[in-house]
């Protein structure tokens, strides 16, 4: 590999983001807003919302599809299938329901009992190597990748924050580390009582947010709830 392909130079790449947000609070609904062509996979059972998307892409003029998995290694034979490059964005909702799908497994139950930090270390590995697999795609073709995290609200004391709603520190500690883009969707209020959603770039103080190719200056904290709009920004 040269100088080059290792610069990016001329090589034309995906944006690997997350969205994070309570539970119905938008974070499959936006996915109707990515332009273009978008698969659209939801973790069967756990996750739900999709008629809302694909209605907000009809209305956006772009294409949605929608497929479902019910196990880790369906989940890798999308991410495999070649066809996966016909499309301009994948949305994978997402993370919460992945790292359910993992400690359901027999394998993760077994080693609980016996040692439950080998079966979190067993889920930590499981996530990262996920996690590397979706951000390959969005390296080696020109197709934004996208995950959503569900977070809940934690009252300390009377302090509310967000945490994520997932097991084991390690799944936390590697979407830090190997996201590049974190957004926040979340639901806010004018003072006649009317619902809009906003997309939050920049942490504040309950969502953790971040846009590693931005300096903060050039972060205004809050933006339209328009994916599409904001990665042909970046």
Known sequence: MGIRDRLGIEQSKGKFFLVGGQRLDGKTTIAGTLKGKTLLVQADLLEAGAGS?????????????????????????????????????????????????????????????????????????????????LKNVAREYPINVGVTLAYKLKDSNGLLSLEPDVKGNVTISQIQKLVPI???????????????????????????????????????????????ELLEKL
């Open 182 to 228: 974190v957004l926040g969707v979340r639901k806010k209020f004018d003072e006649e009582g009317n619902m809009k959603r906003v997309l939050v770039t920049k942490s504040d103080e309950l969502y953790p947010a971040r846009i590693d190719s931005l300096l903060d200056e050039n972060n205004s904290g809050e933006v339209a709830p328009d994916l599409g």
């Open 53 to 133: 998307a694909e209605a907000l892409a009809v209305k956006n003029g772009n294409q949605l599809d929608v497929i479902s998995f019910s196990s880790i290694p369906e989940l890798y034979d999308i991410i495999k299938d070649p066809e996966l490059q016909s499309y301009d964005n994948l949305y994978v909702d997402g993370v919460s329901a992945i790292n359910e799908l993992i400690t359901m497994r027999d394998d993760f139950q077994k080693m609980s009992k016996k040692n439950i930090w080998d079966a979190f270390r067993l889920l930590g590995e499981e996530m990262t190597k996920l996690m590397l697999s």
